[in-house]
Nanobody, 114 residues
């Protein structure tokens, strides 16, 4: 079972992108959805998470620039990324977690040029 992420691309520094991620209907009662990212040569790091109740958590490096949101009815999570920096360049992975496990998307590339 895999989530479907979309919205990555190439953008200039200071620009914006919006990533979307849909979990299939076979994944139900999702407690937490979120995004990680992995830059070349670096470990995967948490970007942002959101609970089913709407509580959010952000990495310090993206606070004030990224906004995570969620549509529970559509099993979809979004992240609006503003004021992008070259250091935001990475493959972004979405995930969903419920009582039965954690499910991942295939990753979407975000490249920010200086």
């Amino acid at each position: 079972v895999q989530l479907q992420a979309s919205g990555g691309g190439l953008v200039q520094a200071g620009g914006s992108l919006r990533l979307s991620c849909v979990a299939p209907g076979t994944i139900f009662s999702i407690a937490v959805m979120g995004w990680y990212r992995q830059a070349p040569g670096k470990q995967r790091e948490l970007v942002a998470t959101i609970t089913s109740g709407g509580s959010t958590n952000y990495a310090d490096s993206v606070k004030g620039r990224f906004t995570i949101s969620r549509d529970n009815a559509k099993n979809t999570v979004y992240v609006q990324m503003n004021v992008l920096k070259p250091e935001d360049t990475a493959v972004y992975y979405c995930y969903a977690r419920n009582l039965y496990g954690t499910y991942w998307g295939q990753g979407t590339q975000v490249t920010v040029s200086s």
